[in-house]
Nanobody, 125 residues
Framework: QVQLAESGGGLVQAGGSLRLSCAAS????????MAWFRQLPGKAREFVSA????????YYTNSVKGRFTISRDNAKNTMYLQMSRLKPEDTAVYYC??????????????????WGQGTQVTVSS
Protein backbone atom coordinates (compact mmCIF):
# COMPACT_ATOMS: atom_id res chain seq x y z
CA GLN A 1 0.00 0.00 0.00
CA VAL A 2 0.94 3.61 -0.53
CA GLN A 3 -0.02 6.58 1.58
CA LEU A 4 -0.02 10.11 0.19
CA ALA A 5 -0.18 13.19 2.37
CA GLU A 6 -0.65 16.69 0.96
CA SER A 7 0.27 19.86 2.78
CA GLY A 8 0.79 23.52 2.03
CA GLY A 9 -2.70 24.68 1.16
CA GLY A 10 -4.20 27.84 2.57
CA LEU A 11 -5.69 31.24 1.87
CA VAL A 12 -3.82 33.63 -0.39
CA GLN A 13 -4.64 36.79 -2.27
CA ALA A 14 -4.82 36.84 -6.03
CA GLY A 15 -1.34 37.20 -7.50
CA GLY A 16 0.24 35.41 -4.56
CA SER A 17 2.03 32.09 -4.31
CA LEU A 18 1.75 28.77 -2.50
CA ARG A 19 3.76 25.58 -2.56
CA LEU A 20 1.99 22.27 -2.12
CA SER A 21 3.81 19.14 -1.00
CA CYS A 22 2.84 15.51 -1.36
CA ALA A 23 4.79 13.04 0.76
CA ALA A 24 4.60 9.40 -0.29
CA SER A 25 5.12 6.55 2.16
CA UNK A 26 4.68 2.81 2.19
CA UNK A 27 5.44 0.72 -0.86
CA UNK A 28 6.67 3.59 -2.99
CA UNK A 29 9.36 1.73 -4.90
CA UNK A 30 7.18 1.72 -7.99
CA UNK A 31 5.83 5.15 -8.77
CA UNK A 32 6.44 5.92 -12.43
CA UNK A 33 4.14 8.92 -12.36
CA MET A 34 2.58 11.26 -9.82
CA ALA A 35 0.15 14.05 -10.40
CA TRP A 36 -1.89 16.90 -8.97
CA PHE A 37 -5.62 17.20 -9.53
CA ARG A 38 -8.10 19.70 -8.14
CA GLN A 39 -11.80 19.61 -7.47
CA LEU A 40 -14.62 21.99 -6.66
CA PRO A 41 -17.75 20.81 -4.85
CA GLY A 42 -20.13 19.10 -7.25
CA LYS A 43 -17.62 19.08 -10.08
CA ALA A 44 -15.39 16.45 -11.58
CA ARG A 45 -11.77 16.17 -10.53
CA GLU A 46 -9.62 18.25 -12.89
CA PHE A 47 -6.08 17.47 -13.98
CA VAL A 48 -3.51 20.11 -13.04
CA SER A 49 -0.04 18.66 -13.56
CA ALA A 50 1.94 15.42 -13.57
CA UNK A 51 5.55 14.31 -13.45
CA UNK A 52 7.22 11.11 -14.59
CA UNK A 53 9.42 10.14 -11.69
CA UNK A 54 12.38 8.68 -13.57
CA UNK A 55 12.66 11.00 -16.55
CA UNK A 56 11.34 14.15 -14.92
CA UNK A 57 9.00 14.76 -17.84
CA UNK A 58 6.23 17.15 -16.85
CA TYR A 59 2.68 17.76 -17.99
CA TYR A 60 0.42 20.73 -17.34
CA THR A 61 -3.13 21.72 -18.10
CA ASN A 62 -3.22 24.85 -20.25
CA SER A 63 -4.71 27.09 -17.57
CA VAL A 64 -1.69 26.72 -15.27
CA LYS A 65 1.18 26.68 -17.78
CA GLY A 66 3.70 29.36 -16.96
CA ARG A 67 2.29 29.82 -13.45
CA PHE A 68 2.67 26.40 -11.79
CA THR A 69 5.78 24.24 -11.59
CA ILE A 70 5.79 20.58 -10.59
CA SER A 71 8.89 18.93 -9.19
CA ARG A 72 9.99 15.95 -7.12
CA ASP A 73 12.62 15.06 -4.55
CA ASN A 74 13.68 11.43 -4.78
CA ALA A 75 15.43 11.39 -1.43
CA LYS A 76 12.35 12.69 0.36
CA ASN A 77 9.78 10.75 -1.68
CA THR A 78 8.00 14.05 -2.08
CA MET A 79 6.36 15.85 -4.97
CA TYR A 80 5.80 19.60 -5.04
CA LEU A 81 3.58 22.06 -6.85
CA GLN A 82 4.84 25.62 -6.82
CA MET A 83 1.88 27.84 -7.64
CA SER A 84 2.50 31.47 -8.59
CA ARG A 85 0.33 34.30 -9.87
CA LEU A 86 -2.64 32.58 -8.34
CA LYS A 87 -6.12 33.46 -9.54
CA PRO A 88 -9.50 33.09 -7.82
CA GLU A 89 -10.35 30.36 -10.32
CA ASP A 90 -7.49 28.28 -8.89
CA THR A 91 -9.55 27.88 -5.72
CA ALA A 92 -10.21 24.17 -5.12
CA VAL A 93 -9.23 21.16 -3.08
CA TYR A 94 -5.95 19.90 -4.48
CA TYR A 95 -5.21 16.17 -4.48
CA CYS A 96 -2.03 14.31 -5.24
CA UNK A 97 -2.13 10.95 -6.98
CA UNK A 98 0.23 8.11 -7.81
CA UNK A 99 0.10 5.48 -10.50
CA UNK A 100 1.74 2.05 -10.25
CA UNK A 101 1.61 1.16 -13.93
CA UNK A 102 1.11 3.73 -16.64
CA UNK A 103 -1.87 2.61 -18.69
CA UNK A 104 -3.55 5.93 -19.39
CA UNK A 105 -2.68 9.51 -20.21
CA UNK A 106 -1.24 11.71 -17.48
CA UNK A 107 -4.43 13.75 -17.34
CA UNK A 108 -6.80 10.83 -16.79
CA UNK A 109 -7.89 10.55 -13.15
CA UNK A 110 -8.98 6.96 -13.65
CA UNK A 111 -5.39 5.98 -14.38
CA UNK A 112 -4.17 6.67 -10.85
CA UNK A 113 -4.12 4.06 -8.11
CA UNK A 114 -3.61 6.08 -4.94
CA TRP A 115 -4.89 9.45 -3.77
CA GLY A 116 -4.18 11.79 -0.91
CA GLN A 117 -6.80 13.32 1.34
CA GLY A 118 -6.61 16.74 -0.33
CA THR A 119 -5.61 20.21 0.77
CA GLN A 120 -7.72 23.34 0.35
CA VAL A 121 -6.41 26.25 -1.69
CA THR A 122 -8.43 29.44 -1.56
CA VAL A 123 -7.49 32.48 -3.63
CA SER A 124 -9.27 35.69 -2.74
CA SER A 125 -9.83 38.48 -5.24
Amino acid sequence: QVQLAESGGGLVQAGGSLRLSCAASGRTFSRPRMAWFRQLPGKAREFVSAIDWSSGATYYTNSVKGRFTISRDNAKNTMYLQMSRLKPEDTAVYYCALVRTILASASSATGYDYWGQGTQVTVSS
